[in-house]
Every structure is written in C-alpha cells, then in structure tokens.
C-alpha cells in the first residue's frame, strides 16, 4: 500500500499524491475555490471504491454474470446531546445497485459481501489517528 502525501498548493486546496496517482482537494466556495472533492467527498469516494471493488472480485470469483455496480453514498452529521457525549455523530448512507442479469440469489448474497468492504470495517471499528 502505497504512502499518501498532501502538499497545499493555494488558498485551501491540496495536491494529494498517492504512489504514481495525483489528485487536488479542497473546500468549496466560500471557503475554498471548489478544485476538487472535499475532504468528506473523498472518504466516501474511498468507501464507494472498495465497496464495488470487492462486490465486483466476489462476483468475478464466482463466475457470476455481474455487469457493474453503482454506489451512492451521503454523509450525514448529527449534532444532538449524544454526541456531545461521545455517541455517534457521523453516518454514511450507502445505496448499491447491482446491475446484471442475476439471479436472486446471487443478488442477496452480494448484497451481503457490500457490507464486508475492508474500508468500511475499518470505518465501523475506528481508526487511530497517531500525530507524529
């Protein structure tokens, strides 16, 4: 896995370098000049890409006739008395259509392999943030 850099290249937008891969975040206006995908955007990006991604390896593996697949993803905050708390604060929504003549089955089984997306494990148990 490769290493993530983020470099500022003005106002608040960033150039994030990913192994070969480059993309620019930012803020949207009035806080930012809209260059890229907030920060948000892209951690729902990351969640939507595994969340096909491995859809589409299981389906491969299986043989099924899986012809692609749409997520669509929301973020929503809550800010109520639990979360002052320490309660959960954030949520993302996650909508997968399967597209594909599948039978029900194998629908109701991919339907179920949406849920095992390491990012989204990863998101569900917590991350450690370590500031070095």
Avoid: F, N
Avoid at 14 to 42: N, S
Wanted: net charge negative; charged share 25%.
């Amino acid at each position: 896995m490769p290493d993530v850099t983020v470099r500022t290249v003005g106002g608040t937008a960033v150039r994030i370098e990913a192994g070969a891969h480059e993309l620019v975040a930012d803020e949207p206006v009035p806080v930012g000049a809209d260059r890229g995908p907030d920060p948000y955007a892209l951690l729902l990006g990351a969640l939507g890409a595994c969340t096909a991604i491995t859809v589409t390896l299981y389906a491969k593996r299986k043989g099924w006739p899986l012809e692609g697949v749409e997520v669509r993803l929301r973020h929503e905050r809550e800010h109520t008395d639990d979360c002052a708390a320490g309660g959960a604060c954030d949520r993302a929504e996650v909508r997968v259509e399967l597209q594909g003549p599948l039978d029900d089955a194998q629908r109701t089984r991919l339907a179920e392999i949406v849920t095992r997306c390491p990012v989204a494990r990863t998101l569900s148990r917590g991350v450690s943030v370590v500031h070095g």
